[in-house]
């Protein structure tokens, strides 16, 4: 007999109250991403560095190549190698495109389609939505950076055969991934609240990467001070590798400035979101 | 504060909430044990602010409150785990299909993943919803959008369940088989139920109790049942003739009147008033009763009165 037939019919489960309520909101994000269009090509173009430095480390280790002895000396020592394939413009280009395909829409189709009500009358607070919201981002930028660099060390413990690894350069090697993604994913969900509109805030979080960087050359231009690469994304990227990976600056000004600013912008678009979250449940 | 007798599903105890200038809700008291109650009130009186207090939307500013027996102010999560929140707004999880949806927010309240598959296929069925729960939710008519919003809200079969405008936008065998659905849910007693309409018949027909709110206070709170006999004496009448002085002298004696649309006036008396009155009242005046008939009092007396009283 089907429940209709027979009336309503109660649930005879228990619900738990578990600390990862956000769980299914990632779970369901990350497999809604993977499912859109031309998301397997943007993941092969993505994952296309480190099939590039996986080369290049081989390279390194195998001095009798001659023929590539140039590239071998600009890659002069492991946290060099990393610095670049993290900080390389292709890919902080890429990260930008993966956190626009994966985020942009991760809370401005929410608000478009007037779904926060359906999440909050679950017992979910902000700061589960947000999470849940977050790792999806989180997930995919990591899966273009931290893990490509952790396989990237792998494969050259076993080209050369040695275990010489400092824990600084392994620390680098994980902070660095997390920093910026949580950066992008933070700046992504910050700007994906301001709109329903999801078209609209793609092309604002490009405008945003690409303007950052063109306004930061013209001001550094005009004043001659390169102090004024703070306002651009990409050197500010660079520059967190070169403070992480101590490898020296490139501008004339410390690279620590940058990961400051990363980390205080990082913090103070997680606070905007709190509040406009706050301000979206009450008028749910 | 897990302290409330269990006897009550939701105490609040001089709640006030504003939203800038505007006191949207004004020290409201209430007690409710388990049942299914019509929240009614006309548009700004505080229905939906209340609603928006009762799921922890907003903090009150003034008052305190047990529902389900948690508290109000610290225990959201817990209080939101024991409701089903059917919303007035066509909202809705985007690129999702209705089983996936349903399942999706039964995993959000606590549901084990194939528990609330299960789950899900079963409230759909029960909605109606049966041969298009694999279509894509935003393809879905107005009517069969107020049914996933209701499959949603049962799909952890929740102890209050809080439905806003639940025929809203639905043809009128929608309508009908909506009410049906929550009047079939209500007898089975498990589960209490608040309703926010404008539709009087809707609350009529589905609610033992009534909440009348006006001005963000509640200003009654009444058993359908006993509407029958409490408020006024009704009479639906066709009047020729003086007509004028008729309603005039009606109006005077602070009786209420509405002509329907067959040109009939329904006149409701006070108490203390009988149908006498208004025999004598024709024949002094010289207007000519053609028709004349006894009505019942309904939920709509209770309204007007109510609001009436209230200023």
Redesign the interface.
């Known amino acids: 007999m089907?429940?209709?037939e027979k009336?309503?019919?109660?649930?005879e489960?228990e619900?738990?109250?578990?600390p990862f309520?956000w769980l299914?909101?990632f779970l369901?994000g990350v497999r809604?991403v993977f499912r859109k269009k031309f998301s397997k090509l943007l993941f092969s173009l993505t994952i296309s560095p480190f099939l590039v430095f996986l080369i290049a480390i081989y390279v390194t280790t195998k001095p009798e190549l001659k023929i590539l002895a140039g590239l071998i000396k600009q890659l002069k020592s492991d946290a060099m190698i990393f610095q670049s394939f993290y900080t390389n413009e292709f890919l902080v280009f890429m990260l930008v495109v993966v956190s626009i395909f994966s985020g942009a829409d991760l809370i401005s189709?929410?608000l478009?389609?007037?779904?926060?009500?359906?999440?909050?009358?679950?017992?979910?607070?902000k700061a589960d939505y947000l999470a849940g919201k977050m790792t999806v981002i989180l997930f995919y930028l990591l899966l273009f950076t931290l893990i490509p660099g952790l396989l990237l060390l792998v494969f050259k413990i076993v080209f050369t055969g040695r275990m010489a690894v400092s824990f600084s350069l392994l620390a680098a090697i994980a902070i660095f991934p997390i920093i910026v993604a949580l950066f992008f994913g933070s700046l992504t969900l910050a700007l994906s609240i301001l709109s329903a509109n999801s078209k609209l805030i793609k092309i604002l979080i490009f405008l945003v990467y690409i303007f950052s960087d063109n306004i930061a050359r013209v001001l550094k231009n005009i004043f001659h001070n390169d102090l004024f690469y703070l306002f651009s994304i990409p050197k500010n990227v660079y520059q967190l590798g070169a403070f992480l990976f101590r490898t020296g600056e490139k501008w004339n000004y410390p690279p620590g400035y940058s990961a400051l600013l990363m980390a205080v912008l990082t913090l103070v678009f997680i606070s905007l979101l709190y509040q406009k979250i706050r301000k979206a449940?009450?008028s749910? | 504060m897990n302290i409330l007798m269990d006897k009550e599903i939701i105490y609040l105890e001089d709640v006030s909430f504003r939203y800038g200038d505007v006191q949207a809700i004004d020290h409201v008291s209430l007690k409710l044990e388990p049942g299914i109650y019509g929240l009614l009130g006309p548009n700004g009186a505080g229905k939906t602010t209340l609603m928006?207090i009762l799921?922890g939307?907003?903090r009150p500013q003034n008052g305190k409150g047990v529902i389900l027996g948690h508290d109000l102010a610290l225990q959201?999560?817990?209080i939101?785990?024991g409701?089903?929140?059917m919303?007035e707004?066509?909202?809705?999880?985007?690129?999702m299909d209705a089983v996936s949806l349903t399942s999706?927010?039964g995993?959000?309240?606590?549901?084990?993943?194939q528990?609330s598959i299960k789950?899900a296929h079963?409230?759909l069925?029960?909605v109606?919803l049966e041969e298009s729960r694999y279509r894509q939710a935003?393809t879905y008519s107005s009517g069969m959008k107020q049914r996933l919003k209701l499959a949603?809200?049962?799909?952890?079969?929740p102890r209050l369940l809080l439905l806003d405008e639940p025929t809203s936008g639905m043809d009128p065998g929608g309508r009908r088989e909506m009410l049906e659905?929550i009047k079939?849910?209500s007898?089975?007693g498990?589960?209490n139920i608040i309703i926010s309409s404008h539709l009087l018949p809707d609350i009529e027909t589905t609610c033992q109790q009534v909440l009348i709110m006006n001005r963000g206070r509640i200003v009654a709170q009444e058993r359908i049942h006993g509407l029958n006999r409490e408020q006024f004496n009704s009479f639906e009448v066709q009047i020729t003739g003086n007509l004028e002085s008729f309603l005039r002298e009606l109006r005077e004696h602070d009786c209420l009147m509405e002509e329907n649309e067959k040109g009939y006036y329904r006149i409701r008396l006070p108490l203390t008033m009988t149908a006498r009155f208004l025999f004598q009242t024709a024949y002094r005046i010289k207007a000519q009763i053609r028709y004349f008939k006894k009505s019942q009092s309904t939920l709509e007396d209770a309204f007007m009165k109510a609001i009436g009283e209230d200023g």
């Open positions: 089907t429940i209709r009336g309503y019919a109660n649930w489960g619900t738990t109250a578990s309520r299914p909101i369901t809604s189709a929410d478009r389609f007037k779904a926060l009500p359906l999440y909050f009358s679950r017992p979910l607070s449940e009450a749910a | 928006k799921l939307f907003l959201h999560k817990q939101r785990a409701i089903g929140y919303p707004s066509d909202c809705l999880i985007p690129g999706y927010l995993q959000l309240s606590g549901m084990p993943r528990e789950r079963d409230v069925y029960y109606g935003e949603q809200a049962l799909v952890h079969d659905l079939d849910i007898r089975k498990t589960m």
